[in-house]
């Protein structure tokens, strides 16, 4: 082997073999703690390997008409509904009572999905980045998303501290639309089905449009003569070269449908605001009680009870913690620093924007999106399409910022 | 000697874009451009952009996390 090679290896296994330390030592304390820790490190490990990233999702299709992260998160959105479908078609069986299941991301619907989106958008694009892009681009070595990260918490607590105004003037009286209530469970899985392949569509007629798309050339294939050739051919296309998108996107969404059937969708920046409230809270600086909070699904505000550890705490961390481990292995773990002083200014100003936005969004990326539209509810789509305006108009500013 | 564009540090997408803007700089007679870059993702997106603008890419890794990309004009027979 290469002496790169052996360098990767070691620092990888190290890693991977804290991570397991670290789950063995939760999994004595509270098992809920370590299955978090687990689906942390898979999530971010996933997010590394795949360079998945919901802000290019959207931006590159207008920046650059290319389509490679918009395919994935379509794959994953549908490998997600049709397990979240199953799951909730459980949960509850008489759709036309107008029973709603109990930890799917149906939420609200109004002028805080619209303009949480519209915020969000804007802010991924300028931070380069959405929350769980920064999380696995912090465990590669990016400085600029620690500062997105900064911001991000800053602007959480910006929401948090106008939350109650938007609860009283709609939140609380918002409709919440579950498309399994009007079209049954099946009808709401097909739908939603076609309705992504239509926009799987309109990607292709996109790219198309832009010019050729040039594919990744894969490496030399190279016929393994034994096992142990065949064994390290297969850890090289795992551990070493980056994930193609497709598998990519249909492991997170696997890995999403796992997590919801053990517990609830994938989503944290609940988990996030609780840091910025009791952080904020330590200098008296904490946001009033929030209003309705309680009884929301999703990644609404978790206000701050006092304790440091919770669950929510280790699947955060163990994303980042993933994603560090996978670019070890990769040996793409690099401390890059941005030469210019805009980018920083751009982070941290997108970080805030996201934080305010995924506060009356009630979630990131994630959880409004990438679980709210396997929820099969309407909330998903209406996030997704002002995340799109949004990600738009980020789109003109980078192109002015440069 | 070839142009180097050095985008390290970058955040995305400002590796693409760089490159892009300079692709679109460089003169007729130039036939190549080296962009050094430490942002993986622009592995993906740079061939794409560079051939639409006529470009072929080869991508050389010189470890540590950084790969250097040559652009070359392409002729008219092979190009886009």
Redesign the interface.
């Known amino acids: 082997m290469e002496p790169?090679l052996v360098k990767n290896v070691t620092y990888a296994t190290m890693a991977w073999a804290a991570g397991g330390l670290i789950y063995a030592a939760t999994h004595r304390v509270d098992t809920q703690f370590a299955m978090y820790w687990a689906f942390g490190l898979g999530f971010g490990f996933v997010l590394q390997r795949g360079?998945f990233?919901f802000?290019?999702a959207f931006?590159?299709l207008f920046?650059?008409g290319?389509g490679?992260n918009m395919k994935g998160v379509l794959v994953g959105l549908a490998v997600g509904s049709i397990g979240f479908g199953l799951v909730m078609s459980r949960q509850v069986p008489m759709t036309f009572l107008g029973i709603l299941p109990p930890s799917a991301n149906v939420l609200p619907v109004g002028v805080h999905t619209a303009l949480g989106g519209v915020l969000f958008g804007v802010g991924m694009v300028l931070?380069?980045?959405c929350v769980s892009g920064n999380l696995y681009r912090m465990g590669e070595g990016?400085v600029?998303?620690w500062v997105a990260f900064a911001g991000l918490m800053g602007g959480l607590l910006a929401s948090a501290f106008t939350w109650n105004w938007w609860w009283d003037n709609g939140i609380s009286t918002a409709p919440v639309y579950w498309l399994p209530t009007w079209l049954g469970h099946p009808g709401a899985l097909v739908v939603t089905l076609l309705a992504l392949a239509a926009v799987f569509v309109g990607v292709l007629v996109i790219e198309h449009r832009?010019?050729?798309?040039?594919p990744?050339t894969p490496r030399n294939p190279v016929a393994a003569e034994t096992v142990g050739a065949e064994l390290r051919s297969v850890a090289r296309t795992v551990f070493v070269d980056?994930w193609a998108i497709i598998p990519a996107g249909a492991v997170l969404g696997g890995l999403n449908v796992l997590l919801f059937t053990a517990q609830e969708p994938w989503g944290f920046t609940g988990e996030v605001s609780r840091w910025s409230i009791a952080a904020a809270s330590l200098v008296n600086l904490a946001p009033p009680a929030l209003d309705g909070v309680a009884n929301l699904p999703g990644c609404v505000f978790v206000p701050s009870d006092g304790s440091f550890f919770n669950h929510m705490l280790f699947l955060v961390v163990g994303m980042w913690f993933g994603s560090f481990a996978g670019?070890l292995g990769a040996?793409?773990?690099?401390v890059?620093?941005?030469?210019?002083r805009a980018?920083y200014a751009?982070?941290l100003g997108g970080g805030v924007l996201m934080g305010y936005g995924a506060g009356i969004g009630m979630g990131c990326t994630i959880g409004a999106f990438f679980s709210a539209i396997p929820s099969l509810a309407v909330n998903g789509w209406v996030f997704a399409l002002f995340l799109g305006a949004g990600a738009w108009i980020g789109t003109q500013m980078?192109?002015r910022i440069? | 000697m070839a142009e180097t564009l050095d985008v390290?540090?970058?955040?995305?997408?400002?590796p693409?874009?760089?490159t892009v803007?300079a692709l679109k700089k460089l003169s007729g007679e130039e036939l190549t451009l080296c962009v050094v870059t430490?942002?993986?993702?622009a592995?993906?997106?740079i061939?794409?952009?560079?051939?639409?603008l006529g470009f072929r890419?080869e991508i050389e890794e010189s470890?540590?996390?950084?790969w250097r990309l040559v652009l070359t004009r392409m002729e008219e027979e092979e190009g886009?």
């Open positions: 790169q360079r990233c802000a290019s931006r590159d920046l650059l290319h490679r931070a380069g980045g990016y600029a998303s832009a010019g050729m798309v040039v990744r980056g670019a040996g793409e773990f690099k890059r620093i941005p030469k210019r980018r751009q982070s980078i192109q440069q | 390290r540090g970058e955040i995305c997408p400002y693409m874009m760089r803007t430490d942002h993986a993702p592995l993906d997106t061939p794409t952009q560079a051939a639409r890419t470890g540590g996390s950084e886009a």
